[in-house]
């Protein structure tokens, strides 16, 4: 019974490239949600998406940033052209409905750096 | 105004003690979760313990309980019987059921447990 699996865990750009985090749900959720924890702070909302479908993207910054999760595969954060402020641990969760009781499952992270 | 507050950055307490983590809140929907997580130095985020607006009982998670007051909005953890594996960060969280896409999270509180 896999938790949320995130990869890379570890993942270092340079200023310009681009990033890409995965995010694969818990079986059986389909309700995905990515946050952002910039170091020495708490986690903040970036998106929420269900499969194919973004629901609220309200935190995510309004350029270089995107998100998808389609019907087959893993969700995808996507960073383009990363600058060093883009260096953060990047969390995704998932439920099995859209309010769940109780709360989500956090994935392990990934830790992204630019250089 | 701030959603999650966590005034003590960091804290140290005595192996074997207890120890009490502050959280207070800010919301104006009369329905909503509080959660307190657990972030060691790998980094995951760990699920400690949830209570609900509307429970009776403070929640408790084996050493973990959640002082739930209400009027006063605050929501501290406190771990009894201290061990050195609960040196850690800890994040407190709130979702409001009526806006119910992100949670809120405070700054956290560094934990470090003496022997």
């Known amino acids: 019974n896999a938790g949320v699996m995130q990869n890379p865990r570890h993942l270092v750009r340079r200023r310009g490239q681009e990033a890409r985090l995965r995010c694969s749900p818990m079986?059986?959720?389909?309700?995905v949600y990515w946050y952002r924890q910039l170091p020495e702070e708490g986690l903040k909302f970036m998106v929420y998406?269900?499969?194919?479908?973004?629901?609220?993207e309200s935190g995510m910054p309004k350029e270089r940033f995107s998100a998808e999760f389609p019907k087959e595969g893993p969700s995808i954060l996507r960073i383009q052209q990363v600058v060093r402020g883009d260096s953060a641990a990047y969390f995704c969760?998932?439920?099995?409905?859209?309010?769940?009781?109780?709360?989500?499952?956090f994935g392990s992270g990934t830790r992204l750096t630019v250089v | 105004a701030q959603k999650i507050t966590q005034t003590q950055p960091g804290m140290f307490v005595q192996e074997k003690e207890a120890v009490t983590l502050d959280c207070t809140y800010d919301?104006?929907?009369?329905?909503?979760?509080l959660f307190w997580y657990k972030q060691p130095s790998s980094g995951e985020m760990i699920f400690l313990i949830y209570?609900?607006?509307?429970?009776?009982q403070n929640a408790t998670e084996g050493r973990y309980s959640l002082n739930f007051q209400k009027a006063r909005k605050s929501a501290n953890l406190v771990i009894s019987a201290s061990q050195l594996g609960d040196s850690a960060m800890y994040f407190c969280?709130?979702?409001?059921?009526?806006?119910?896409?992100?949670?809120?999270f405070g700054t956290g509180t560094s934990l470090t447990v003496i022997p």
């Open positions: 209570q609900g607006s509307y429970d009776q």
């Open positions: 969280a709130m979702r409001e059921v009526n806006t119910g896409n992100q949670f809120y």
């Open positions: 079986k059986g959720h389909s309700h």
């Open positions: 998406l269900q499969k194919e479908n973004i629901i609220d």
């Open positions: 969760a998932s439920s099995p409905m859209a309010q769940p009781i109780g709360g989500y499952t």
């Open positions: 919301t104006s929907d009369p329905s909503y979760g």
